[in-house]
């Protein structure tokens, strides 16, 4: 995924996205911080976290809402 995928997933899902694995291999066509000015631009910033190299979050998910 690029950039402009990371701001297209944001415009079909309402939740929040993880996007990881930034800047973990050569290849990486994006960078950490292009992610997040992209999504600040977008007024997505809130839903979409990047994190840094080693950081976790917990979420609470309801077996109700999953279905």
Known sequence: ????????????????LVVNHLEA?????VTR????????DGGV???VWVPEDGQCRRYKVSLAAIG
């Open 45 to 47: 910033a809130d839903r």
């Open 1 to 16: 995924m690029d950039a402009k995928d990371v701001m297209d997933a944001a415009s079909c899902w309402p939740g929040e």
């Open 25 to 29: 291999l050569d290849h990486c066509p």
């Open 33 to 40: 911080e292009e992610v997040r000015a992209l999504a600040q």
